[in-house]
Structure formats: structure tokens, C-alpha cells
Nanobody, 115 residues
Framework: QVQLVESGGGLVQTGGSLRLSCVAS????????MAWYRQVPGKQRKLVAT???????NYADSVKGRFTISRDSGKNTLYLQLNSLKPEDTAVYYC?????????WGQGTQVTDSS
């Protein structure tokens, strides 16, 4: 019954901004840690940012200072604000949560940065 649905991806210019959303269901959102990952074809899925239920956030070094993860408990929604985009940010971005030792993923949303 856990379901995550991402949206907000698209084509942006280098240096531009984008906001991704992830709507969660089947979990007690306010008590659940959430994360964003990204993946390019032929490569491993990599952690981008995490947000604990208490609001503590962490970021991969490659995005620190440019991306912001946040959550809205009233809407059961996780966000990722992408600023100062670079070509290397191009990837499919996935929302993630872990419950009862099982990882749950959304379908992904494509972010493409023009060079």
C-alpha cells in the first residue's frame, strides 16, 4: 500500500531551477524518513538528499549548497528544489522511503539540463 509519485521534472537551462515533488501514501508521513536519489542509464542509483522525520537534512557533496530537500506533512509531500543546475545533474530522480526494512520507490521523473 506504500506508494510514491514524483512529478516536476523537465528540460531546463544550465544555471536554472526546478522543483520536484513526491506525494506519499500508505505511510505515516510525519514519522517516516524520506530521500531523493538520481540515476543515469548504465550507472548506479545515487543518494542525493535525505530528510528525517525530525527535519534533519543531509546532502551529497555534489549538490550541497545548490539543492534543498523539504517536506510538507499536511500534504504528505516531499520536495527537492534544484538550483544552479549543471549538465551533470541530468538524471531520473526518484523519491524513496524505507519501511519495515523494505525500500519503496516512485516511478521517477526526468530532469535534463542543457549544456
Amino acid at each position: 500500500q506504500v506508494q510514491l509519485v514524483e512529478s516536476g521534472g523537465g528540460l531546463v537551462q544550465t544555471g536554472g531551477s526546478l522543483r520536484l515533488s513526491c506525494v506519499a501514501s500508505g505511510i505515516i508521513f510525519r514519522l517516516t524518513a524520506m530521500a531523493w536519489y538520481r540515476q543515469v542509464p548504465g550507472k548506479q542509483r545515487k543518494l542525493v538528499a535525505t530528510a528525517t522525520s525530525g527535519g534533519v537534512t543531509n546532502y551529497a557533496d555534489s549538490v550541497k549548497g545548490r539543492f534543498t530537500i523539504s517536506r510538507d506533512s499536511g500534504k504528505n509531500t516531499l520536495y527537492l528544489q534544484l538550483n544552479s543546475l549543471k549538465p551533470e545533474d541530468t538524471a531520473v530522480y526518484y523519491c524513496n522511503t524505507r519501511f519495515m526494512s523494505t525500500d519503496y520507490w516512485g516511478q521517477g521523473t526526468q530532469v535534463t539540463d542543457s549544456s
